[in-house]
């Protein structure tokens, strides 16, 4: 299984329908939980019969309301799902993986799930999706080939719209051209590999932050809650949104690159949380998505067919000469590892990256 998104293009009419939809997903979720938490101590029903008696009052009750006519021009779809994920919302607490559901904002994101009633749909290759309940919608990237899906979620980032579905299918296998590769990441280069190929980071937060402390300042002196304020908080939404695109474009063409060429990878366990703990660097690290690149690795690889092995993350990389072993500390300023006693002289992240290649797990 795997899942597929695309944005959406759409003209003026149709992101007010969108936007309405994820209106009518946040009022009915909210419904739900508040009557669900008006609820506690009253009676002794679980969460999953209530909600069915929430659906119950809203189906024959709300909806009847002359001020809640405007529900019944939307797609029942969406309040369907909202109390669904709301359900889902209330499992993920009973069982300790979550905390209580929250009321929904609509600073937290628009969104909403559609589905058919039928079962899966078939979308065929092209430029256009039919949704179920909704309709026939352009996409900026058409869909290469024919698939077949029955759960669709519509969210918002920034100015565009995006769908997303999973397909019940698997990826072939393909043959990679090349063996194994030790691939060392760092903040000065994003990776290092030990074929000597180098990836810079586009560091696109970085060239955004003068813009974005610009909004930041101009919004804190404006009126808190106004028209003016909101359209300079779009503005930051829309700047993080853009952002957000750079660092994914690069991290998934990144992750196909080597899932698709490299039969074994190699990389460091990275505890990517003990190092956001270090201010100095945490910035540099949450802009490059180091957590992501692994998540995306991870899966590509699967995906594809590829072996990827996590070296131990207190193996020390860096501090061991590729040449002949011997071990020697270095300041984090020096970027050239140097052993006269064999000779070498290398790039640090490079003698780090052979070190990953040729390291092996302990008996």
Known sequence: MFAVKRALKLNNNQATL???HAGFRRVVFNMGLSLRTQLYGQSNLSDSKVISEVKKVLTNH????PEFAWMNQLSSRVYQNALIDLKEGFSRYRSGKAGHPK???RR???SFTVDSSNGKVLLPAGNTIKIPTLGTFRLHEALPHGLASQTFTIS???NYWFISFCVDAESLPVQQPENSVGIDAGVKSFITMSNEQVFDALRPLKQAKTKLSS????ASKQVKGSKNQRKTYNKIGRLHAGIACIRKDLLHKLTTYLAKTFKSIKIEDLNVKGLLANHKLAGAISDLGFYEFRRQLEYKCKMYGASLVLVDRWFPSSKICSNCGHKQDLLLS???YDRPACGMSIDRDLNASL???NWEPSA
């Not at 709300?62 to 309301?65: A, G, P, S, Y």
């Not at 909004?215 to 101009?218: F, S, W």
């Open 62 to 65: 709300v909806k009847k309301q």
């Open 215 to 218: 909004l930041l300042r101009k």
């Open 108 to 110: 937290d994101g628009q």
């Open 334 to 336: 020096i970027r050239t």
């Open 355 to 357: 070190n990953i290649l």
């Open 18 to 20: 969108m936007a309405k």
């Open 156 to 158: 918002k980032e920034g």
């Open 103 to 105: 009321f929904a904002s």
